[in-house]
């Protein structure tokens, strides 16, 4: 029930509010689920499609890099950091098989990009769609910028280059 309750509000506070309960109990009840869950994962399982994110958590630079299996949205693992030693261990601790690998989705950063083309060099590299965009309208709207100081009709047009479908 507090797991079904948590997947509704999507916050311990107010799952802890509606169940009359303390703050810690959800937690603790979080952190043994997934300890069980861990246990009955299927360690065998050989990924062909893989992911790997960052998530940043407290205040400042701190971040998390997740693996997971992008066909199911199921997390393989997570480790502390988002260098090149935060993946080499994803992927030493969760691939028991690298040449099964066919394709990695990620973003841009530096580390990911570098460490996958070595350690899977078979693998096909997808970036990730939101960077895409984001990357596509930064270069649309440097280009608007600069010349718009040379064309007038051009004033006033950024809403409609970068948020107009």
Known sequence: MVIDLLLATKNQTATSKLLRTGFNVINRIIHLSVKRGL???????????????????????????????????????????????????????AITDITKVETVTMDMWPAYLNTIKKMISNASIIHDRFHLVKYLNDGIDKVRKREVKQYDELRNTRYVLLKNK
């Open 39 to 93: 246990v009955r994962r299927d360690k065998t399982l050989t990924l062909s499609n893989l992911s790997i994110d960052e998530k940043s958590f407290r205040k400042g630079h701190s971040y998390v890099s997740v693996l997971s299996n992008p066909l199911t949205g199921t997390v393989v693992d997570v480790v502390e950091n988002r260098d090149t030693k935060a993946v080499k261990q994803l992927i030493n601790s």
